[in-house]
Structures are given as C-alpha cells and as structure tokens.
C-alpha cells in the first residue's frame, strides 16, 4: 500500500487543501473549497478520481483544532472512511506550528499552514492518533455551553460588587465567600441601602434564609452606611444584575443535570466512587481523558494534565522544580476543585495533604501534590475498571521498595574546573566552594596522608 497525505488548514467557510507523498513532494496542488453541500461534494468527488488512479494508495488526512470550524470537514472525511481507503485525525495546533517552525518557513499563508499539516503526519506519525466520528461531540458542546455560563455569571458577580460597594457597602461582609442566595434576593427588593434603611425588619426577614435578628441588623447597618450611591438608576442596575445572576445560576443548575441524566460515558459512574467527586467533575475529567488507552502510563496522563514538576535553571541563576502546568488549564482547574472536596471529605487525600503541611510543605504545594495523587488514582480506577478503595492504595505503597540515594555526577564533565575560564564571578563562586567542599572530604577520608613505604 502506498502512503498518502492530506493536509487541510480550516478557515472561516472554507479549507485549503493539499496532498502529498512520502517524500514531501505535491502529488495535487493546493486548491480551496467552501464550507458547502457543494464543497463537501466537490471533495468527495476529488478524493474518488485520486483513488481511482492510484488503487494501492492510503490516504492519510488531518484538520487541526480550530475551535470548531473543522467539525463539518472532519465528519464528512469521518462518513468518506466507508467507501474510501481514507484515514482522519484532529491535530494539535501546538504540534503542528512547532513542527513548521522547525521547518524555519518565513511566509505563512493558508496554503503553507496546509502544507505544514500534512508535512507533521509524515514526519511524527507516531503522536497522530487516527480516530473514527466523536462520540463525545455533543456531551462537549453541552459542557462548553456551562462554562460560557459560568464565565457570564462570574462576570456579573464581579459587577455586583462594584456597584455594591457605593450602594451599600455595608452588604460586602456577607460576601467574603461567594454571594449567598438570600443576598441576590435582597437586592432585588432593596438595591441601595436607602431603600434598606426604611424597610422595617418584619419585611425583610420575610425573604428566605433572613432570621429577625439578621433583619434588624441589616437594617440598622443600612442606617448608618456611608454608601455615596443613593440614585434609583444605581438601584435598578443592582436589581437587574442580581436578577440576571439568579436566571443564569438557575440556567446552569437545569444544564448541569440535564447533561448528568444524558452522559453517554460509563467511567463516570465509576470515577463518581472517589469521594470528592461528583457528576459535573467526572464528566469534565473523562472529557479531557477520552479513554485511558490513550496514555501509556500515568506519567503520560499527569503531563497532558499539567501536573509533571519541571526543573529550571540557566547556567548560574537560579534554579528550582514547579508544576510545569503546560496545556490546557481546563483539566487542572477541574482537578484543583476535585482536590479541594478530596481534603475535607476523603480520608486518604485529607491526610496526604495534613502530612506534607505538617513536614513544612506550603499548603498550595500541597494542595498540588494531593492533585497529582487523585490523578494517578483516577488512572488506576479507569485502567483496571475497579471502583475506588483505599485499601488498594496502602497495599501499594507497602509493595514499593525503598529506594537507597545514591549520588552521582551526571553533569559528564571530562575536564577540571579551570581558573582561567571567562566564567562569571556567581560561577566562579561557585567553582571555588566546591573546590573547597572536595577538599575538606578528600582530607577527612585520609586521601591525602602518604602512605609509607614499606621496608
């Protein structure tokens, strides 16, 4: 069978095209086609003459990710797969511009990104993962369309709060943790603390979650507020924004169940047996993960998430480990959540992260670690089909041998340190302190006594 490669860079309506052989050369030039009926046909009956004079050929093609734009090309090349000796990928985009990077091309148009795509399937054939029509399309757009939600409440929130701070400012000290329930409801009927300050607190305490002590309080703080605002325009835009806060969290509570009843992914009821997560984080994390054959060990796993620690220095600065957190922060914001539940309502998390406090760890790193745990868990869970158990956890870490430091020098330098090398003075400085360092070790261990000279 001979190898083909299909390149296409997706643009807004359209796509530009290019197939090449193994050895990079063009065997169609680039055209472009719309993002049709049309289009989509003039493909399918483009594909079939290349076919057609070339019987031995496989065709291999690839879209990158786009944000979505590439959804229409990818399913039809998707539905080509059934009477066409055609195979289809989604690339990273990150892959790809490396890869023409490299490449050190100094014009980009759409012609040469298409190029590019079908050069990367060439060159690392073995980062591409051809897959058939995604399963997971609809359940994505449906938690996509939460967190746009999400982000528009968080937004109003943010909103709120500026204009509660000149309104009634007084308010802000129930609101150090999020803004309850009975507070939006309170907006909507006393907005500024003008209005508040005349309401009596048999009216207010009629809202839900409001005692009568907390009414009188409300109201004697609204009495004496220094709130600048006092404007009915100012009181109607707070009413409005908290309204609008109050339709959007209900909005997000009706989406985040119907996409709970209608998940289609069967990991999700056993990630859900890990205390401390729930419907909306399991589905979040096995769309991220897919599936776990995916990654050939959970080392894998914790550098697609992020989580793999990372080492850095430059030759005499500074230098340290950190969480690398490369990729999309998407995975690891839901894993910061699912860690934050974990150390309050899971045993096992809660002391892995009371014990590495205690050791004099910083709590975010911690709080990091504890994330890299749940996560090495979670791959063991959906590796071996196994609900969670903590038993199974303590047995390992009994089977682990215990590893004997040993240093080594794995700098592989031939050469002695010489004085008369234009290094730095940090370096140099640090040159002599290991010179000196040696030294003391080399006199206690008695490597520079003589040794007598036997009779």
């Not at 071996?384 to 956890?393: E, L, P």
Request: net charge positive.
């Amino acid at each position: 069978m001979q190898p083909y490669y299909l390149g296409i860079d997706v643009s807004k309506g359209y796509a530009d095209f290019v197939i090449l052989d193994a050895a990079k050369n063009p065997v169609i030039q680039n055209f472009q086609l719309d993002d049709t009926f049309q289009g989509h046909c003039f493909l399918y009956e483009k594909l079939q003459t290349f076919f057609k004079e070339r019987s031995e050929a496989v065709l291999y093609a690839a879209v990158e990710s786009t944000g979505g734009y590439e959804n229409n090309w990818f399913s039809s090349l998707v539905k080509f797969q059934d009477s066409l000796k055609l195979k289809t990928a989604r690339l990273n985009p990150t892959g790809v511009h490396a890869n023409g990077k490299a490449g050190m091309a100094r014009i980009i148009t759409d012609k040469i990104s298409a190029h590019n795509i079908a050069e990367y399937l060439i060159s690392h054939p073995e980062k591409v993962n051809y897959e058939h029509q995604d399963s997971l399309a609809s359940l994505r757009k449906q938690w996509s369309f939460i967190q746009m939600l999400t982000k528009q409440c968080t937004q109003l929130l943010n909103q709120l709060e500026a204009l509660i701070y000149s309104a009634n400012p007084e308010m802000l000290i129930f609101c150090r943790d999020g803004v309850p329930g009975w507070v939006l409801h309170l907006y909507k009927r006393y907005p500024t603390a003008a209005l508040l300050a005349k309401a009596r607190p048999s009216s207010v305490a009629k809202i839900p979650f409001i005692s009568i002590e907390r009414a009188q309080l409300l109201v004697e703080n609204a009495q004496k507020s220094v709130a600048s605002a006092t404007d009915s325009i100012t009181g109607q835009l707070i009413t409005a924004t908290a309204k609008q806060i109050m339709h959007l969290k209900e909005t997000i509570k009706m989406q985040t169940a119907i996409i709970a009843q209608n998940c289609p992914v069967p990991e999700v009821a056993l990630l859900k047996t890990f205390s401390g997560i729930k419907d909306y984080s399991a589905i979040g994390l096995m769309l991220e993960i897919q599936t776990v054959q995916r990654f050939s060990s959970v080392k894998k796993l914790a550098s697609f998430f992020g989580l793999h620690p990372v080492f850095k220095t430059s030759g005499d600065g500074s230098a340290g480990f950190h969480m690398s957190k490369t990729g999309r922060k998407e995975p690891r914001r839901i894993l910061f959540m699912v860690a934050l539940t974990a150390i309050r309502t899971n045993a096992l998390i809660r002391n892995l992260y009371q014990e590495h406090v205690a050791k004099g760890m910083c709590k975010m790193a911690a709080l990091g670690l504890c994330m890299h745990k749940i996560l090495r868990i979670i791959y063991g869970m959906l590796k071996h089909n196994k609900a969670f158990d903590s038993a199974v956890d303590i047995a390992n870490r009994q089977k682990m041998p215990v590893k004997q430091k040993c240093r080594q020098d794995k700098n592989r330098r031939f050469q002695a340190f010489d004085a008369k090398a234009p290094v730095s003075r940090r370096q140099n400085l640090k040159r002599r302190e290991r010179e000196s360092s040696q030294n003391v070790n080399n006199v206690q261990s008695g490597i520079d006594t003589l040794v007598p000279i036997p009779v």
